[in-house]
């Protein structure tokens, strides 16, 4: 964020259920997420921005584009979500009835703070895996009672024991006249790499960039050259345009058969 900041407002928020944000009981759909960052963008005085999501956060960049095409300039996708059935057997197992009720012994309070330590020892030895403290940050951060219970509840909005209960797919025809971007890490074991290329020719015009020994994080893991990538992306497109008669063409050329 630091690097992009040099030439862009960037904007981070914590979506709902993660974070520092609130974390109610109810909807935490990719549609709930979606209205929240465009109220959130009016609270802010911003009419529009090119909007940059990772995994579940892609899946809300997706929906957020659908919904709210007048508020969005360009859409970025990093290992994103809904783009497949496919995704990591844990997150399927996870996603399973009942083992909600699992989660404390898999994920205890006292695991946080000696988790921590070690992390700070191998740091200090010079331990500088990227990956690996970002799946540490994810673990640590589901050692809180009120963190897994919104884990859940979004996990059960996208994820069910057999994989990926929502898709896009069906709908990026829609991107057509928006500038899309894809950035995946080739060794991603969480969501495979396949997406990547499924979407990129879904979406006609989209640019795909693969980078080679990144896993499902290449923000963390390679952030200069993702910022080269992103960066490059905003300066050589223009923002989308489209008009409401446009998307009216968009949407009657849709093809049921296409999913």
């Known amino acids: 964020m630091p690097l992009l900041a040099r030439n862009y407002t960037v904007i981070a928020p914590d979506l709902v259920g993660h974070?520092?944000?609130?974390k109610p009981s109810g909807d935490y759909s990719l549609g709930l997420q979606a209205s929240v960052l465009r109220d959130f963008l009016s609270v802010l005085g911003i009419g529009r921005v090119t909007i940059v999501g990772q995994s579940f956060g892609g899946g809300v960049a997706m929906q957020f584009a659908y919904q709210f095409p007048e508020h969005c300039d360009r859409l970025v996708l990093v290992d994103s979500g809904g783009l497949g059935r496919e995704v990591s057997w844990m997150l399927r197992l996870l996603a399973a009835p009942g083992v909600e009720y699992a989660l404390p012994l898999v994920f205890p309070s006292f695991a946080?703070?000696?988790g921590n330590n070690i992390v700070q020892l191998l740091h200090g030895a010079g331990f500088r895996n990227a990956r690996a403290?970002?799946?540490w940050r994810a673990y640590a951060s589901l050692t809180n009672p009120e963190n897994r219970k919104a884990f859940v509840r979004?996990?059960?909005a996208v994820i069910e024991p057999g994989g990926q209960s929502v898709s896009a797919m069906d709908r990026l025809y829609l991107t057509a006249r928006m500038p899309t971007l894809i950035i995946w890490g080739?060794?991603?074991?969480?969501?495979?790499v396949s997406h990547a290329h499924a979407a990129h020719e879904a979406i006609p015009g989209s640019q795909l960039e693969i980078i080679e020994g990144a896993g499902h994080f290449p923000h963390v893991e390679e952030p200069i050259r993702f910022v080269e990538i992103l960066s490059d992306f905003m300066v050589t497109t223009q923002p989308?345009?489209?008009?409401?008669e446009e998307r009216r063409e968009l949407l009657l050329t849709y093809d049921p058969s296409v999913s």
């Open 240 to 244: 989308s345009d489209m008009t409401d």
């Open 186 to 192: 080739d060794q991603d074991d969480i969501i495979p």
């Open 154 to 156: 979004t996990l059960h």
């Open 133 to 135: 403290l970002e799946m």
């Open 19 to 22: 974070g520092e944000s609130a």
């Open 112 to 114: 946080s703070d000696l």
